[in-house]
């Protein structure tokens, strides 16, 4: 690695020579990662680097508004509509819901009359599909729809609680729940329900534009945590890591540990048991959340210009690891880019886990 790399780490690291890092930032050492490896801390990654054979090189550079999100965690895997998970001897897999040839006529039959606003007309159609099939739980969703637009709100979460007990890995039968629940006034039980939809799908625009919309609802879900300002990519010569320096030289150090996971694939191999840099792996991500966190706890101790203004979405981070939830952060923000999908097949303690995670830090009452 370049001493001018190293050089500019190196405060940011180590501080003084009596200054040791902090150990709040190394906090993410503390939850097991799906490897169970122990993490890196950010000495030890640049220690790496600095021994490394390949070529290392650092710049600034300016970050796209959301930062490098869509870069670095793209979308890998097409998700299946309306899922249904099917669990067999210890496996989880992904099958589609329910249907019947019968069943979607009607439901085809009906939608003029919902969207001309002929809510019972088109409720009686509704109704005749779930008949034809009571597994299916588009039928109860639309039958659910037909109520809550005639304005019978209680009525509706009676269908779409009955959607969400035939197929409970659909997050439109909870989604629907809560929109029911908030008409009728429950905002406590609508926000369980919201909850619940997240997990299901944590990047769900739908409720995201729905709170904006309707504020009387009580709820607001909070932006990303994990808006990356650095990332690294293979260039002629080896690793490029590249940081914007408008938002602290924090990011400077998660750059750096992106750049020791693209180019020493023994590292990977040693943490993961897999080369492979296309695979997503927390223990990737855990390491470069914990490698950022010591980076600006340094700098805001030693009053880093940078970091003269506290970064919301860091200080938010340092909450999330100090409650010992990093890896549903990495769960939640990071693995459901790469795969929409990913939290369907969860076991049901992880759900839980990740379910008081969105209640805890992402979907807040409004103020």
């Given at each position: 690695?370049?001493?001018t790399f190293l050089l500019l780490l190196l405060p940011l690291t180590f501080?003084?020579?009596t200054t040791p890092a902090p150990s709040r930032g190394a906090a993410p050492r503390q939850v097991a990662s799906a490897e169970k490896q122990t993490l890196l801390t950010l000495p030890e990654i640049l220690q790496r680097m600095e021994a490394s054979p390949v070529k290392y090189s650092l710049g600034e550079k300016d970050s796209p508004p959301d930062g490098w999100a869509d870069t670095l965690w793209p979308q890998r895997i097409e998700p299946l509509p309306y899922a249904r998970v099917v669990r067999e001897g210890g496996n989880a897999t992904l099958a589609p819901p329910y249907s019947d040839p019968e069943s979607e006529r009607l439901l085809a039959e009906a939608e003029p009359h919902f969207q001309a606003n002929r809510f019972d007309e088109a409720a009686k159609l509704y109704a005749r599909a779930t008949e034809v099939c009571p597994k299916c739980a588009n039928a109860w969703i639309f039958r659910g729809d037909a109520a809550l637009f005639a304005g019978k709100a209680e009525e509706a979460l009676g269908h779409y609680r009955k959607a969400a007990e035939h197929n409970p890995d659909d997050y439109r039968g909870h989604f629907f729940q809560g929109h029911a629940l908030s008409r009728l006034g429950r905002r406590a039980e609508a926000r369980e329900a919201f909850a619940t939809a997240l997990v299901l799908n944590p990047r769900l625009p739908t409720l995201r534009k729905l709170l904006k919309m309707y504020p009387g609802f009580g709820l607001v879900i909070t932006p990303d945590v994990m808006v990356p300002h650095g990332m690294a990519e293979r260039t002629e010569t080896g690793v490029s890591a590249v940081y914007?320096?408008?938002?602290?030289?924090a990011w400077l150090a998660f750059a750096a540990c992106k750049a020791l996971w693209l180019g020493e694939p023994s590292h990977r191999k040693e943490m993961t048991g897999s080369d492979s840099d296309t695979q997503f792996t927390s223990t990737e991500e855990l390491e470069c959340?914990?490698?950022?966190?010591?980076?600006?706890e340094v700098a805001k101790e030693q009053k880093d210009a940078d970091a003269a203004v506290p970064d919301e979405g860091l200080e938010r981070m340092e909450r999330i690891v100090e409650a010992g939830m990093a890896d549903m952060l990495v769960l939640f923000e990071l693995a459901s880019r790469v795969h929409p999908q990913a939290t369907l097949t969860l076991s049901d303690d992880v759900r839980q886990r990740l379910r008081a995670y969105v209640l805890e830090f992402v979907l807040l009452e409004r103020d």
């Open positions: 690695m370049p001493r501080g003084c020579a914007d320096g408008h938002y602290g030289t959340l914990n490698a950022v966190l010591t980076g600006y």
